[in-house]
């Protein structure tokens, strides 16, 4: 995983600084968005890189899965969310992880992919298309670079902690390796100037 995690983006590390940042980047705000009237009521949902989990409070009764390798975001988010419904787990998301789960009718990738590299990634999404159901949707949220981008959202972009920002052709040319029908949307946001890329994703 390519992300820079030293000095000031250390800062991250604690689960209400992160938090904090989401909202004040509207990225709790977008990815809220991208969950309503998608994920249905009883449906079972696997998050990777759930981080706070604070997804939950926009989602309707599920069955949620929380995947995140910091232990600090995990502990919070069991002391948060103490549903039964609700199961997390420090660990990364693997081959024998995958054993373990049930097939899932929604899958949650916000704000994962930008942290991999072209490897990892293909690795993780030809994982997740194991524990997806034949109907079942694959969600993404990423930041992206796009032509004429807004001069602050670039440098925005180009200072986020994962090092692996693309362009749409290149995010798409290995979303395709294994789901056919993908649904892109680019949000140009206005205040604080970001770049959204977000995807729909069924094979």
């Known amino acids: 995983m390519s992300q820079n995690t030293s000095g000031f983006y250390k800062l991250?590390?604690?689960p209400i600084l992160y938090?904090?940042?989401?909202?004040?980047?509207?990225?709790?705000?977008?990815?809220?968005s991208l969950v309503k009237n998608?994920?249905?009521?009883?449906?079972?949902?696997l998050d990777i890189g759930c981080g706070t989990a604070k997804i939950i409070e926009s989602l309707p009764q599920i069955?949620?899965?929380?995947?995140?390798?910091?232990?600090?975001?995990?502990?919070?988010?069991?002391k948060?969310?103490?549903s039964k419904k609700y199961n997390f787990y420090c660990k990364k998301f693997n081959f024998k992880e995958i054993k373990k789960l049930p097939k899932f009718d929604f899958i949650l990738l916000f704000g994962i992919m930008h942290h991999l590299d072209d490897t990892e990634l293909r690795k993780t999404l030809f994982l997740?298309?194991?524990?997806?159901?034949?109907?079942?949707?694959?969600?993404?949220?990423?930041?992206i670079f796009i032509k004429k981008q807004?001069?602050?959202?670039?440098?925005?972009?180009?200072?986020?902690?994962?090092?692996?920002?693309?362009?749409?052709?290149?995010?798409?040319?290995?979303?395709?390796?294994?789901?056919?029908?993908?649904?892109?949307?680019?949000?140009?946001?206005?205040?604080?100037?970001?770049?959204?890329?977000?995807?729909?994703?069924?094979?």
């Not at 994962?162 to 140009?188: A, P, S, T």
Request: charged share 25%; glycine share 4%; aromatic share 16%.
């Open 38 to 45: 998608i994920v249905t009521k009883n449906s079972k949902l």
């Open 63 to 78: 069955n949620y899965y929380g995947y995140d390798i910091s232990k600090k975001y995990i502990r919070y988010a069991k």
């Open 19 to 32: 938090s904090l940042t989401q909202k004040i980047m509207s990225g709790e705000s977008k990815r809220a």
């Open 128 to 143: 997740l298309k194991k524990v997806l159901k034949t109907k079942g949707t694959l969600l993404t949220c990423d930041p």
């Open 150 to 203: 807004n001069i602050f959202a670039n440098f925005l972009i180009k200072s986020d902690v994962g090092k692996n920002v693309r362009y749409k052709k290149d995010y798409l040319k290995l979303l395709n390796k294994n789901f056919k029908k993908i649904k892109v949307k680019i949000h140009n946001q206005s205040f604080i100037p970001y770049t959204w890329f977000s995807t729909q994703c069924r094979y």
């Open 80 to 82: 948060k969310y103490s």
């Open 12 to 14: 991250f590390s604690y």
